[in-house]
């Protein structure tokens, strides 16, 4: 099955229990059909048990499209492993489809005998046709290649659920339970998990918890004692580091991490922002956690929810704005006001696939350029991009210790689907986390506006309310150490250097990038940002074949680990996969003068672990 | 502590000078930001707040390079984002005094958004109009008061945009505090600006500001001294409107329309007057005087309307202080193991 092997069957009962490594499973249907909690409850349940878990939702853009309508096929993809996995799954061992819409827009991704589970009540004529299907296709032979179960869900759904005294629609709603319950049942998880959530989200209402609790049941006692389905399969724990975990999301996890940035400063978070997709989810997080102090602005536009953050900065808060890509647009003249002022800024840019509005919910990584470039005049920021879903809590944090040691803005670049994809989290000791001074000035002898610290060319933080420390900042060419206007062209060359040097010794607290493999010679694959997951297992199973290729990915793009020159100069070829047309590997070519190879793609989705492979066969035979 | 704030008693006395800065004035001679500058330094000592708690912000214009020569905290910051900054920085400091400078330009063109929802959230800042109803810094071009058919370096014939009225924008936009003021009548602006710092909410102050370079003038045939008091009016909470040389005209409503009567021609009394009522919460009768212009009418000068409502930092505070109250201060670790958790024994 996919990337599964068979370890080893047993039999328990008149069905067959096949122990698998690896399983992915993609939930699909109509976007009121729950498929997005199905998966979240697998996924719960799978990390409970134990596995490494990987996921990717796949949420249409229409929030409301017409039911059973193409655009309106809603997906939720969950990976679980015996093994450490960096990636939600190239393709599912498992579709299942609860109409023919949710089947048309996802059968192409299902592998020739891969398991198709399709909810065969939905297949009416009604259905065929808004899914654009000529002729039935569990009719038409077209499945042949897939180990298709026609399963009549809604029917047996209803049936379960007769006596609930729900409605006719109430009813309906719990099918994806049904779908769920048939799930666990063939990967042998138990109900506890899924049964627990239903009782503390449902618990008041009574009727409709003990109805999806039943239907639950139902499909799981479907697969139990039906003959239909002649093998169940178990994938064993995985070996992870030992430790207390729970299962996040990027835009979760970034959350958490900003949270935990203005613990360890002692200052509190401000959050202004505009609703845009990807990265609403992080001002609904932060918006939960009054009680630390966290203040979220949602203002009335992207400038206006930058440039509350640069007045909280400039009042001594951790003054946070974030966005996606469109909204970084419209900030980037407020981000050159805040090179200019030299405050503590983050902006988090959730990118998604552009230009212009673009696909709001798929993920792409072609906002690197705009991130570096953006704005008018020499404007350096820094720029940092986590690599998985839970390193956006790391890369939260080291945003703001950049930030708050340098009083500069730090734009963290994640994208969709590391925002949106979840995996499992080792909770942090946050005793362990080093502390943010925020480093106030207070001597108003000696102050100066734009002194700067010898080490790392800061400049004072100095907030008001501070006696002694009045002064005037803003977007005109300060003068050299006292920050007054200055129009004199020595002084704006010295200042405009100044700025980039400041960003080059963020270089001086930055970790060399590590490499996984040969430290010389051969192949290097190289990757920022959310393809870690992807390169560091294809780079796995071409070293496990006996290629010599190994894998390095860096978090810090501006500035550069400062070892990166020396890493690319000592292999023979270097490859470079990004999902945008080759912007990293523009900068890098031009700054170390290596002949770097590209593999890039824009479809809106991650590379597949399979495309990495292919390229790296191609590229070391 | 840098956030402590001095008490009264403990703020040394200080005067005018107190405010000025090392910082040559950079304004044409006789533009009416001098008087404006001058004005808002002269308050400054009367405020009852420690000169580091006060922070002036403006965007881009002349008006905005008032900053500069405030001994204060100030942010220069860019064009009509102003109110935005200040937003960001009352609401994580309500501590603090909070001023925003701007402009015909800055604040109704490139700015517009931000005015209207920083009014509507009464968030807790004073904000200073120079209205010259025109582009300064940009030698010239029409801005979004200046007058249907001005002709402009942008409009040699004649402009055909129609222009706002800022203070019926700002009462449109839900204001708690709106005010008039005129660059050559110091003592108004003082109380205007004196009032605008009292006010708990945004504070909304045009000023009329003569631009004698591009605009000059632009105010004269109500604003100067020798006919101000025969075509403005300045309006006293509880009083009746009355204006003119000798105090012999008023407003009163005839139907749906403000008129001009004489006292003692057809019978009019003082009692016919409107009494001017800057408490009143229906915003109708403001709206009205902020459309009132010269020659129909006398021009309003002073309070129009100063109400009541719970500011949006007052709030925010106060929405932080309840849940922490309810639900405790936060725990890191509480919320690290928010949903389900399992652990992974070592092998």
Redesign the interface.
């Known amino acids: 099955m996919g990337s599964a092997t068979a370890a080893e069957s047993q039999s328990s009962g008149q069905q067959e229990v096949l122990e698998l490594d690896r399983v992915t499973i993609r939930f699909a249907g109509d976007s009121g059909d729950g498929m997005q909690l199905a998966g979240t409850q697998f996924t719960k349940t799978s990390a409970v048990l134990g596995n490494d878990i990987s996921t990717f939702p796949d949420i249409p853009a229409e929030i409301r499209a017409p039911q059973g309508s193409l655009p309106g096929v809603s997906g939720f993809q969950v990976s679980f492993s015996s093994q450490d996995i960096y990636t939600p799954g190239d393709q599912p061992d498992v579709l299942v489809a609860m109409n023919p819409a949710a089947l048309k827009t996802n059968i192409m991704d299902l592998p020739r005998g891969g398991l198709l589970v399709v909810n065969e009540d939905e297949f009416n004529d009604t259905n065929l046709k808004k899914a654009a299907y000529a002729a039935n296709p569990l009719d038409d032979g077209s499945l042949q290649p897939y180990r298709l179960y026609r399963v009549p869900i809604s029917t047996l759904n209803n049936r379960a659920l007769k006596d609930s005294g729900l409605t006719a629609v109430q009813m309906d709603r719990c099918k994806n339970m049904f779908a769920l319950g048939l799930m666990f049942w063939m990967y042998s998880r138990p109900l506890e998990t899924t049964l627990h959530w239903i009782e503390e989200k449902f618990g008041k209402n009574r009727d409709v918890a003990e109805a999806n609790k039943t239907a639950l049941k139902a499909g799981y006692y479907f697969g139990e004692t039906t003959e239909a389905f002649a093998t169940h399969y178990h994938v064993p724990k995985a070996k992870l580091k030992p430790g207390l975990y729970r299962n996040i999301t990027g835009n979760e996890a970034a959350a958490l991490g900003f949270i935990t940035a203005s613990k360890l400063a002692g200052r509190p978070l401000f959050y202004g922002s505009y609703p845009i997709t990807p990265a609403s989810d992080v001002l609904h997080e932060l918006a939960r956690f009054k009680r630390f102090g966290v203040k979220t602005f949602q203002a009335e536009d992207e400038i206006a929810a930058i440039g509350a953050a640069i007045g909280a900065s400039f009042g001594g808060s951790l003054g946070l704005t974030g966005t996606s890509g469109p909204g970084l647009a419209l900030k980037s003249e407020a981000i050159g006001l805040a090179v200019m002022v030299e405050l503590p800024l983050v902006i988090m840019n959730v990118q998604r696939a552009g230009p212009s509005t673009g696909m709001p919910t798929k993920t792409e990584q072609a906002d690197l350029l705009q991130a570096m470039f953006g704005r008018n005049g020499e404007s350096p920021v820094a720029i940092v991009a986590p690599a998985t879903a839970s390193d956006c809590f790391n890369m939260a944090v080291e945003a703001w210790r950049i930030a708050i040691k340098y009083r500069t803005p730090v734009i963290f670049l994640s994208d969709g689907y590391l925002g949106m994809g979840s995996e499992p989290w080792l909770v942090p000791d946050t005793n362990a986390l080093p502390r943010i001074d925020p480093d106030f000035a207070t001597d108003a002898e000696t102050f100066q506006p734009y002194a700067r610290n010898p080490e790392t060319l800061a400049r004072p933080w100095a907030i008001p309310g501070t006696p002694g420390l009045e002064h005037r900042i803003g977007g005109l060419e300060k003068a050299d150490i006292t920050g007054n206007v200055s129009y004199d062209p020595a002084n704006h060359d010295k200042m405009v250097r100044l700025r980039a040097e400041k960003i080059e010794r963020v270089a001086q607290d930055i970790p060399d990038v590590i490499v996984e493999g040969d430290q010389s010679g051969g192949l290097l694959v190289l990757g920022w940002g959310s393809t870690y997951g992807v390169i560091t297992t294809a780079v796995q199973r071409a070293r496990a074949e006996g290629k010599k290729v190994s894998a390095a990915h860096f978090r810090h793009l501006n500035p550069l680990p400062p070892n990166l020159g020396d890493v690319l100069a000592r292999y023979d070829k270097v490859l470079m996969p990004e999902i945008n047309l080759g912007q990293m590997r523009m900068l890098l070519r031009a700054k170390f003068l290596v002949d770097i190879q590209g593999l890039n793609k824009v479809n809106g989705r991650p590379f597949t672990i399979a495309e990495v492979e292919n390229k790296i066969s191609e590229m070391v035979g | 502590m840098?956030?402590?704030?001095?008490n009264a008693s403990e703020i040394p006395v200080l005067t005018r000078k107190d405010f000025v800065?090392d910082?040559e004035v950079r304004w044409c001679p006789g533009c009416g930001d001098y008087s404006i500058l001058a004005q808002t330094q002269k308050v400054m000592p009367d405020l009852g707040v420690?000169?580091?708690?006060?922070?002036f912000?403006s965007g881009?214009g002349c008006s905005s390079r008032l900053?500069?020569y405030?001994?204060?905290?100030?942010?220069?910051?860019?064009h009509g984002?102003a109110?935005?900054?200040?937003?960001?920085?009352?609401?994580?400091?309500p501590?603090?005094s909070v001023w925003v400078v701007t402009g015909d330009g800055d604040a109704l063109s490139i700015g517009g958004?931000?005015i209207?929802?920083v009014l509507r959230r009464n968030m807790d800042i004073q904000i200073i109009l120079h209205n010259n109803e025109i582009y300064g810094l940009t030698k010239g071009q029409y801005s979004p008061t200046s007058e249907l058919g001005k002709r402009t370096k942008s409009s040699p014939y004649g402009t055909i945009d129609a222009p706002l009225h800022p203070l019926s924008v700002a009462i449109g936009a839900e204001a708690t505090f709106v005010a008039r003021a005129l660059d050559t009548d110091a003592q108004l602006m003082v109380q205007c600006l004196e009032r605008a710092h009292k006010h708990r909410g945004t504070s909304f102050v045009e000023v009329y500001q003569n631009c004698n370079i591009f605009n000059d003038g632009a105010f004269k045939d109500f604003a100067a001294k020798e006919v101000r008091s025969d075509r403005t009016i300045v309006l006293e909470h509880g009083k009746p409107m009355i204006f003119g040389k000798e105090r012999e005209k008023g407003l009163r409503f005839n139907g749906m329309r403000i008129e001009v009567v004489e006292i003692g021609v057809d019978g009019v009394t003082e009692s016919d007057l409107l009494v001017h009522d800057e408490e009143r919460d229906d915003p109708t009768v403001a709206f009205l005087l902020s459309r009132m212009e010269w020659p129909e009418y006398p021009v309003p000068m002073g309070v129009f309307r100063a109400v009541k409502r719970p500011t949006y930092d007052g709030l925010?505070a106060k929405?932080?202080e309840e849940?922490?109250a309810a639900?405790?201060?936060?725990e890191?670790?509480e919320?690290?193991?928010?949903?389900?958790?399992?652990?992974?024994?070592?092998?």
């Open positions: 840098v956030t402590a704030q001095r800065t910082q420690a000169k580091e708690n006060i922070v912000i881009i900053p500069y405030m001994n204060t905290f100030g942010f220069h910051s860019i984002r109110p935005t900054i200040a937003s960001g920085l009352k609401a994580s400091r501590e603090l958004n931000h209207l929802h925010m929405q932080l849940v922490i639900e405790g201060e936060g890191l670790s919320i690290f193991l928010e949903g389900d958790t399992w652990t992974v024994e070592a092998e």
